[in-house]
């Protein structure tokens, strides 16, 4: 038996935006703190699938090898000697 495909219907987006928009407009402070928090984790959960998927492809190409990492930093300290 085969799983059927769901595919999600979005509402149109100026919709979504006037609701949610007329929504925030009628909430407490309390209640606008946590749709703030809310979207801030939304942004940061972005961030974090950005990054990964980033150097997900470093690494695919070589570039987060542990030999280059080690390179990378013997030719900085190379260029940039510590002086005491």
């Known amino acids: 038996m085969s799983n059927p495909i769901k595919t999600q219907v979005l509402p149109n987006p100026d919709v979504l935006r006037q609701n949610v928009l007329s929504k925030l407009e009628s909430m407490s402070a309390e209640q606008l703190a946590t ?49 005491a």
């Open 35 to 83: 749709v703030h928090d809310w979207l801030l984790q939304i942004e940061l959960d972005q961030a974090v699938r950005e990054l990964r998927d980033a150097v997900g492809g470093d690494e695919a190409l070589g570039r987060i090898a542990p030999e280059v990492i080690d390179a990378s930093i013997r030719e900085y300290r190379r260029k940039h000697p510590c002086r």
